[in-house]
């Protein structure tokens, strides 16, 4: 019992350490960081939890978004505590037009996890969509103090700027 705590603050250690390095990496290396991070992040401790997470991933992969929803349902039933899980079915979600299940999720994620990049963009996306660019630019900010390299994320937000705040004369 103390060992498997002690492996999960470890774990907590290094995943902190990887978040502090992604902050201040260059683009090269932010590639590799957030790499690492997402592996520790589908590691839920559990290996029923992570089973589910795979058949749910796949199924996404297949494009069989309902079996998804269904194998990533179970998975926040089973671990509710797992970030994973909630973000992973809100991208299921999006795939299907239901983008206020998908809001609700990545709440649940973020109220897990607040660094959570993967959710905060989702997040962002999601609300870019539904029209309302200047809460998706606010999402994008805080992305960019997170993961300041994120694929796509300068991008949006010059897309997003003029939307959110307005154009200058």
């Known amino acids: 019992m103390f060992a498997l705590l002690a492996g999960v603050a470890a774990a907590q250690d290094r995943l902190e350490g990887l978040m502090q390095e992604l902050r201040e990496a260059d683009a090269t290396a932010a590639q590799r960081i957030s790499g690492e991070i997402e592996l520790l992040w589908r590691k839920s401790g559990s290996a029923s939890a992570d ?13 069989e978004v309902e079996a998804a929803v269904d194998h990533l349902s179970a998975l926040t039933d089973h671990a509710p505590e797992f970030a994973e899980g909630w973000v992973s079915r809100a991208g299921a ?3 299907m037009g239901y983008y206020g299940m ?3 999720d990545l709440e649940h994620a973020l109220a897990i996890n607040p660094q959570h990049y993967e959710a905060i ?3 962002g996306v999601i609300l870019e969509t539904i029209g309302r660019p200047a809460d998706a630019f606010e999402a994008m900010e805080l992305l960019q103090t997170i993961h300041p390299h994120y694929p796509d994320l300068s ?15």
């Open 51 to 63: 089973f589910l997470l795979k058949r749910g991933l796949d199924a996404l992969e297949r494009g």
């Open 93 to 95: 979600f999006v795939r």
């Open 102 to 104: 998908a809001l609700s």
């Open 121 to 123: 963009y989702g997040l």
């Open 155 to 169: 991008e949006t937000m010059a897309r997003l700027e003029p939307l959110a705040k307005g154009q200058t004369l």
